[in-house]
């Protein structure tokens, strides 16, 4: 099967050229057989254009202008119907032919297939990074912990040593009280035995 293409090589209008170059252009790049038929310079491609063309593909004067794109026989469309085809990746389906191998229309299936397997792995590598940050934070946990329970040895040391001072401090200070008791002690006899002295005399006077 070819493609035609209806083109109007020697077309005043800049609009007509444009067209005709992209449809030829791109049907060359992709390396899809086609013919041009020059409707410019013979009369027979004009009228077995204007012929083969649908009628409510026909403008509304009844002239249909070109490119017009065929498939032997069977009419495919204007300009307009093949550059939606085009954009939405389904010229191949426009033009009545079969996709080649390794085209985009062959390679959706695939590519919607892989998708999911595509979100598996990505949520093992978020699983993973998660695992690795659980241990990080573990780790950083264990040393804050060690640090806490040497700090709180050292307190406890400084605290011991505090009370242990305050004790020897107390000790010291009942032993100087109790010095100093006896010390009262021993002064308020001694005033006592000196009251009695006298007491004695007057005694010893009286018997005489």
């Known amino acids: 099967m070819v493609i035609k293409v209806f083109v109007a090589t020697s077309s005043g209008s800049i609009a007509i ?7 030829v252009g791109f049907l060359e790049a992709n390396k899809i057989d086609f013919k041009e038929f020059d409707i410019a310079g013979d009369e027979d491609n004009r009228k077995w254009m204007r012929e083969n063309v649908p009628g409510e593909k ?7 202008l070109p490119p017009q794109i065929f498939n032997e026989e069977q009419y495919c469309g204007d300009f307009d119907s093949f550059f939606s085809a085009k954009e939405e990746n389904i010229i191949y389906s426009f033009l009545g032919l079969a996709p080649p191998p390794g ?3 062959t390679k959706l299936p695939e590519e919607a297939s892989s998708l999911p397997s595509g979100d598996m792995a990505g ?6 990074e998660g695992t690795e940050k659980t241990e990080e934070s573990g780790e950083h946990g264990a040393e804050k912990e060690e640090n ?4 709180d040895l050292t307190g406890s040391q400084e605290k011991d040593e505090e009370e242990g001072e305050t ?6 200070t009942e032993e100087v009280t ?4 006896e010390g009262d002690a021993e002064e308020a006899e001694a005033d006592k035995g000196e009251e009695e002295e006298p007491g004695e005399e007057e005694e010893e006077e009286g018997d005489s």
């Open 17 to 23: 050229r444009k067209k005709q170059q992209e449809v």
């Open 58 to 64: 026909k403008p509304q004067n009844g002239i249909p």
């Open 103 to 105: 085209s985009k229309v």
């Open 123 to 128: 949520e093992a590598q978020s699983a993973a």
């Open 148 to 151: 806490e329970d040497a700090g």
């Open 167 to 172: 004790a020897t401090e107390q000790n010291e």
């Open 178 to 181: 109790e010095e100093g008791a």
